[in-house]
């Protein structure tokens, strides 16, 4: 650089401007636009096949052939335990009752079960660890024991205590099980926005903010809060596919919905244990076979997710330049360019 | 580092000095308490305390330009923080228009916040960078309510990016952080610091991360909104030429206390301070050929946990007399840089006089005890000691440890070495000049200001 020159155009070099109401936001999606390899494919095969469960939950009453209570149609009853055939694919079970239809139904209840759950654990999880990270003090002292007590307690013991107390409250439905849930993965949004919040409490900006006057409430929803949600979106699509396995577990286990209020896979399968010995394979392998699908399909695409968005597991790529024809002679190896835009990390 | 900046000087520095006192600091003191170990946490016994600012006094003036300078340490960010409340005072006070701030709660402080504002070092760090310029700058208005719907609020935005250079403004209003670079972000924080309306602005090392070329300009741009918006500055920085070209007044700061105080130009033609002769000397040439930064005398800026009795300065400070503060660790540190220039067996010759030189680490000792190491005598210590005076007297330059040197004498088997009572100098005026300092060299005569 040479000399300093008068100060008469203020105005540096702009760099190129893309402007968008979310920045954080943002940062995700150039970094989902960005990914390679591996995590490529399994963000995009899992977003596939969540996205088809998404479909079939939410368009089920037109997919599915009959309700998932239905028991005789044209005034014929269905046949019992039916074997798969051109009325019913996927057979009928020991009450008559579609396969078919209450798989479909199946991922519809999944789908409320889940989303309930995970709403409910990231509002609260995301505000006890805001609250915990950005104050500190005994209250994070008190949020902390609690919620590792809550984590090193097994899971589904968890979910099962959780389930028996909500349903002397709230019956049970669909609410019941998704605070049962709940419990279950609050602890872990709560460890993950305490510690990013506990960093970015540290950041100049958030210093900053304090000393414009901001008060508490002010810094955290407009400073800290922005900051720290980055780390969420990892965790929520992998608790997604924990939950359908959890509800699934309580279903099982006589514990989650009660079968006149919606179709559940877990409880299906339970009704099939004795259906299996009596050789009759149908009852247990859709539910079944559609429960593993919609988990790997969460699973997978949270896995990606996390590869791509967790710098730290990020390697840096080394990507082939290939020169136009006229001067190349050889191929050179060229580091591709960083991935985030320098200066655009939070410390 | 910025050298001689080629801009004119405003001129307007001189007279400037004539504002109502705006802030006071009186002995104000931050002291970070150390963590001690697991032992003394639970007795409760001291745990040790870094002295980022120990003893303070300073009067800032409406529409003057303070700098605060020094090395790295030695508290003049605490201070600037200190000043508008952002750090707590452990002692002293500090009271801006009349009300001493010191006592207020951050609740009470936030009112005030719009009045004192702060730029920091980083400007990368310093703005959100999942928030808007628009949002971004704007924020004060909101916390404080200064403005009643969107559209005066937009303008005022407007008003402020137009006021910092970022124009045309509405190119900048939707842009993120991560969009601008060094100099635009140092801009974009200096809007948001003026919007609200101060009247002081602390602006700690505000250049010091930016690119060479943008330096001059936010210095300027600085000035400007000095000129235009009435404000007082606190300008907080390591490197003294841009403070020659930025300040009014300047306080040099040495490990927490002021050493010399007083208007730039006086400071800068006439240093009083040994220390500031020093920094000035290290003031890279303006030729580029040859601009290396030249190390400062003698060692290192030590320990703000553990200051150096009498004159923190003594240790390094070229021309130092008796009553300096000399203290056994000073006995150590040239033993051990005689060691570290003689050959190895040489050294461990005459280490093995001693029993324990680590002994003389601790702080605070104006008279020490040295144990003769196995196999001599406390006679064969104190000899070695005198002959490396003598040695000393004829060496160019001199010595200044020896001053400090009382007695030295055998007692109970051990060899006492007795030093001069320290005395801390005192900030006081040289007539004629307005310049404060903190040198026994330079105190009025027949002061006798001790401990
Ligand atoms: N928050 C803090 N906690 C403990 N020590 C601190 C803190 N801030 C500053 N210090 C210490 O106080 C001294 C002065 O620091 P600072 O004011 O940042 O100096 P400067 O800005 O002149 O470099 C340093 O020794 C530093 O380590
Ligand atoms: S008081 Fe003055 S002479 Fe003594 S050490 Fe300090 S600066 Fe040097
Ligand atoms: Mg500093």
Same mark, same amino acid.
């Given at each position: ?116 759950? *995970? /709403? ?8 006890? $660890?805001? !609250? #915990? =990270?950005?104050?500190?003090?005994? &209250?994070?002292?008190?949020l902390v024991l609690v919620m590792d007590a809550l984590f090193a307690f097994p899971y ?77 979106? *990892? /965790? ?8 359908? $396995?959890? !509800? #699934? =577990?309580?279903?099982?286990?006589? &514990? ?92 | ?356 030189v680590e002994s003389l680490a601790a702080d605070g000792q104006s008279s020490v005890a ?38 030295m004498h055998a007692e109970n088997g051990r060899a006492v070495v007795e030093f001069a ?31």
């Amino acid at each position: 650089m040479a000399t300093t020159t008068l100060p008469t155009g203020p105005i540096e070099p702009t760099v190129s401007a893309s402007a968008s109401r979310f920045g954080g936001l943002r940062r995700i999606v150039s970094a989902i636009r960005e990914a390679h390899g591996v995590p490529k494919f399994m963000l995009w095969t899992g977003a596939v096949i969540s996205a088809l469960f998404v479909i079939t939950a939410l368009f089920a009453p037109l997919i599915a052939p009959y309700s998932f209570d239905t028991y005789k149609a044209h005034g014929h009853n269905f046949p019992k335990q039916g074997s798969p055939d051109g009325d019913h694919w996927f057979g009928t079970t020991v009450q008559s009752l579609d396969v078919l239809s209450r798989t479909i139904y199946g991922a519809r209840t999944a789908l409320e079960v889940m989303v309930l759950a *995970v /709403i409910f654990s990231l509002i609260l999880g995301v505000l006890l $660890g805001l !609250l #915990a =990270g950005y104050f500190g003090g005994w &209250l994070d002292r008190i949020l902390v024991l609690v919620m590792d007590a809550l984590f090193a307690f097994p899971y589904l013991l968890l979910a099962i205590v959780a389930g028996f107390v909500f349903s002397g409250i709230s019956g049970g439905g669909v609410v019941t099980a998704a605070l049962s849930i709940t419990v279950v993965y609050i602890p872990q949004y709560f460890r993950v926005v305490r510690a990013s919040a506990l960093s970015a409490r540290e950041a100049t900006f958030v210093e900053a903010a304090r000393a414009m006057g901001a008060k508490p409430s002010v810094v955290i929803r407009k400073y800290l809060f922005g900051n720290v949600i980055q780390s969420v979106p *990892v /965790i929520t699509t992998m608790n997604a596919a924990d939950a359908i $396995g959890t !509800l #699934a =577990g309580l279903g099982f286990l006589g &514990l989650g919905i009660q079968p006149t209020e919606a179709a559940e896979w877990g409880y299906d399968l339970d009704r099939a244990i004795d259906d299996v010995n009596a050789g009759m394979w149908w009852t247990c392998l859709y539910p079944g076979l559609a429960m593993v699908i919609a988990i790997l399909g969460f699973t997978l695409l949270g896995e990606g997710l996390n590869d791509v968005l967790n710098p730290t597991m990020r390697r840096r790529r080394i990507r082939k330049v290939l020169l136009p024809a006229h001067t190349a002679r050889r191929t050179v190896t060229a580091p591709a360019q960083p991935d985030v835009p320098e200066g655009e990390a939070v410390k | 580092m910025l050298t001689k900046p080629d801009i004119e000087p405003s001129g307007e520095g001189a007279a400037a000095q004539v504002g109502e006192p705006l802030v006071e600091a009186t002995g104000l003191e931050v002291h970070f308490g150390l963590r001690g170990g697991l032992f003394s946490r639970f007795s409760g016994g001291p745990a040790g305390a870094v002295r980022a600012v120990d003893g303070i006094d300073l009067t800032l003036r409406k529409g003057e330009v303070l700098g605060l300078v020094g090395e790295s340490g030695s508290g003049k960010t605490t201070l600037g923080r200190t000043l508008i409340g952002l750090t707590k005072a452990t002692a002293g006070s500090v009271s801006y228009r009349g009300q001493d701030i010191t006592a207020l709660g951050e609740r009470g402080l936030r009112p005030l916040r719009r009045r004192l504002q702060m730029v920091f070092q980083d400007p990368h760090a310093s703005l959100n960078p999942a928030m808007d310029i628009r949002t971004a700058v704007g924020h004060p208005l909101r916390i404080h309510n200064l403005v009643a719907d969107d559209r005066e609020y937009e303008a005022r935005v407007v008003d402020a990016l137009e006021r910092v250079g970022l124009t045309p403004p509405e190119r900048y209003l939707g842009k993120f952080p991560g969009d601008l670079s060094g100099g635009q972000k140092q801009r974009a924080v200096l809007a948001r610091a003026i919007i609200a309306e101060p009247e002081l602005l602390v602006a700690d090392e505000p250049i010091s991360m930016l690119d060479m070329s943008v330096r001059a300009k936010i210095l300027q741009l600085m000035l400007d909104l000095k000129r235009d918006l009435d404000l007082t500055y606190v300008y907080v920085t390591h490197d003294l030429a841009s403070a020659k070209f930025f300040c009014d007044t300047i306080a040099i700061m040495y490990l927490g206390r002021i050493v010399e105080y007083g208007p730039t130009e006086q400071v800068f033609a006439d240093p009083q301070h040994p220390y500031t002769e020093a920094l000035l000397a290290a003031i890279p040439e303006p030729d580029p050929e040859r601009a290396l930064p030249r190390e400062l005398p003698r060692g290192e800026i030590p320990d703000a946990a553990r200051p150096p009795m009498g004159c923190a300065f003594h240790p390094r400070c070229p021309v130092a007399v008796a009553a300096c503060g000399w203290e056994a660790r000073d006995l150590r540190t040239l033993l051990e840089n005689r060691w570290l220039e003689l050959a190895p067996e040489a050294a461990s010759r005459e280490k093995s006089l001693f029993a324990d030189v680590e002994s003389l680490a601790a702080d605070g000792q104006s008279s020490v005890a040295i144990a003769p190491g196995r196999g001599h005598t406390p006679e064969d210590v104190l000899e070695y000691l005198r002959h490396l005076r003598e040695e000393a007297s004829e060496a160019e330059p001199r010595e200044p440890f020896w001053h400090g040197v009382v007695t030295m004498h055998a007692e109970n088997g051990r060899a006492v070495v007795e030093f001069a009572p320290p005395r801390d100098p005192r900030l006081s005026l040289i007539p004629a000049t307005g310049v404060q300092v903190a040198c026994h060299l330079r105190e009025p005569v027949g002061s006798t200001t001790g401990t």
